[in-house]
């Protein structure tokens, strides 16, 4: 009787440390989150567009749309947001707009690398840093 009462504490003593480690993690994301939304944001409003379009990244089924004012702001199609919804397109398709972004404010293709791999890393660093919107990269077809 005495094995299964420290039996049971066990399992909830991890359960809790579990849930301890899942709110860690929960807690960093959204820190994570945030400040890509809030670099996005700023970038955005540096380039002309409004910052608004960075609160789309909240409604994961329209985080694509919200790619629409980099189009714009690096000379490619509208329609290229279309492509952001076909898997694994997406990810080619991102890469290539944020390396676009990168040489729109006077970046390397590196630094675009960047905004597409670690986001809430570069985007507040293109937004607050001193980069400044040099007009689209790419010139119209």
């Known amino acids: 009787m005495l ?15 579990n849930g301890g480690v899942l709110a860690v993690i929960i ?4 820190v994570l ?18 910052g608004a379009w960075a609160l789309l990244f909240i409604v994961s089924c329209f985080w694509p749309i919200a ?7 690096v000379g490619r199609p509208q329609w ?11 990810i080619v398709i991102m890469i290539i707009l944020s390396i676009d972004i990168a040489k ?13 791999l670690l986001p809430f890393i570069f985007w507040p660093m293109l937004g607050f840093g001193s980069a400044t919107y040099q007009g689209p990269s790419v010139a119209a077809a």
């Open 3 to 17: 094995g299964q009462v420290t039996t049971s504490y066990q399992v909830e003593t991890s359960s809790s440390i």
């Open 33 to 50: 989150a945030l400040a890509h939304l809030i670099g996005f944001w700023k970038s955005l409003d540096k380039g002309g567009e409004s």
């Open 104 to 116: 729109s404010y006077g970046r390397s293709a590196a630094y675009g690398v960047g905004l597409a």
């Open 80 to 90: 290229w947001v279309v492509l952001m919804y076909i898997p694994l397109v997406n």
């Open 27 to 30: 807690i960093v994301s959204a």
């Open 67 to 73: 790619y629409r004012p980099m189009t714009k702001l």
